[in-house]
Nanobody
Framework: QLQLVESGGGLVQPGGSLRLSCVAS????????MGWFRQAPGKERERVSC????????YYEESVKGRFTISRDNTKNTVYLQMNNVKPEDTAVYYC?????????????????????????WGQGTQVTVSS
């Protein structure tokens, strides 16, 4: 059973940076597409970015393109989200998810947003607050 644990969240000023980490246990990440999603208070879950299991293809939600970077280190069983030039609207709980299905990384991001049950595993989330 794949288990995911996020860390790295916190309070950051607008324009600042954070790096989120998602460490996996119970299985290796090689067989999974991985993604980051977020949910702000009173809002639905939103896709942020996803990365493929094998060739590091990536997908980014439009509002984070050019500011966020997703990466993975399968030797460390870890996925990262580097967040630069953060904005108040980035405030949310950030979750990582794993997808074992044979789909594209874009499809993973879209379907993870609309139906979380399709994902193989979710982390417990880490809070990111962007405020001055």
């Amino acid at each position: 059973q794949l288990q995911l644990v996020e860390s790295g969240g916190g309070l950051v000023q607008p324009g600042g940076s954070l790096r989120l980490s998602c460490v996996a246990s119970g299985s290796t990440l090689d067989d999974y597409h991985m993604g980051w999603f977020r949910q702000a208070p009173g809002k639905e879950r939103e896709r942020v970015s996803c990365i493929s299991r094998s060739d590091d293809r990536t997908y980014y939600e439009e509002s984070v393109k050019g500011r966020f970077t997703i990466s993975r280190d399968n030797t460390k069983n870890t996925v990262y989200l580097q967040m630069n030039n953060v904005k108040p609207e980035d405030t949310a709980v950030y979750y990582c998810a794993a997808d074992h299905r044979g789909t594209t990384v874009q499809a993973m991001c879209i379907m993870g947003e609309v139906n979380g049950d399709l994902m193989s595993s979710w982390g417990q989330g880490t809070q990111v607050t962007v405020s001055s």
